[in-house]
């Protein structure tokens, strides 16, 4: 298996408060992604990052943000949580993106629900 | 409309049928095709990636008609532990690569 975790692995917060996800990887990999996954929808990206200090918005950035100040950390962070917010979140890598069969490795993922 | 569309079930098959799930894509620009697999309340983890001869590994057969947009998984013999729910995974070449995953398709494989 990949060397990719993910803390806090669950997580109850108020609405309104700040929320800070880690992702973990001891693989090396240029690129790191967030994404959240809910009921009825696919995988959905909300950030990625294709080097330190370097990333972009996925089609679900509002309300997120995202520093990647070492190649093996990634944080995301919900800035004032909503309840639209609660879900689960997965952190993913991959070695390329700009290979169309780089596979994507999965951390174990983080449920988040905002009360 | 989504641009990667799965029936998402549930299919429910005894232990040892073939059983079949289809993906839609609307994308023309879209390049490659995963299906991968994501257990009860753990990571997706991916089962194969699909060729445009189509390609096997083991009792997993993939297909891609990219005249048609649809990719298609078919597992033979199943087993108890293919219970699952398998998602379509679509990279669109969009300058650099957009990955599209499906919502899924439930499988319960039953004694």
């Known amino acids: 298996d990949a060397g990719i975790t993910q803390s806090p692995r669950h997580k109850v917060t108020e609405t309104g408060t700040p929320v800070t996800l880690r992702c973990h990887q001891t693989e090396n990999h240029r690129y790191m992604y967030w994404y959240r996954q809910d009921p009825g929808h696919g995988l959905r990206l909300i950030h990625y990052s294709y080097g330190v200090k370097d990333t972009d918005k996925g089609e679900v950035s509002d309300g997120y943000s995202v520093s990647r100040s070492k190649t093996e950390d990634f944080l995301l962070t919900l800035e004032s949580a909503t309840s639209s917010q609660t879900s689960v979140y997965f952190c993913a890598i991959s070695e390329g993106g700009g290979s169309s069969y780089n596979e994507q490795f999965f951390g174990p993922g983080t449920r988040l629900t905002v009360l | 409309r989504k641009e990667v569309e799965q029936d998402p079930g549930p299919f429910n098959v005894p232990e040892g049928a073939t059983v079949a799930f289809n993906c839609t894509y609307s994308?023309?620009?879209?390049?490659?095709f995963f299906w991968y697999r994501q257990d009860c309340r753990k990571e997706p983890k991916l089962l194969m990636s699909?060729?445009?001869s189509g390609n096997e590994d083991g009792r997993f057969t993939a297909q891609l008609n990219r005249a048609s947009q649809y990719i298609s998984l078919l597992i033979r013999d199943s087993k108890l532990s293919d219970s699952a729910t398998y998602l379509c995974?679509?990279?669109?070449?969009?300058?650099?690569?957009?990955?599209?995953f499906g919502a899924g398709t439930r499988l319960f494989v039953k004694a």
């Open positions: 995974v679509v990279k669109i070449n969009t300058g650099g690569f957009k990955t599209i």
């Open positions: 699909v060729y445009s």
């Open positions: 994308n023309s620009a879209s390049q490659s």
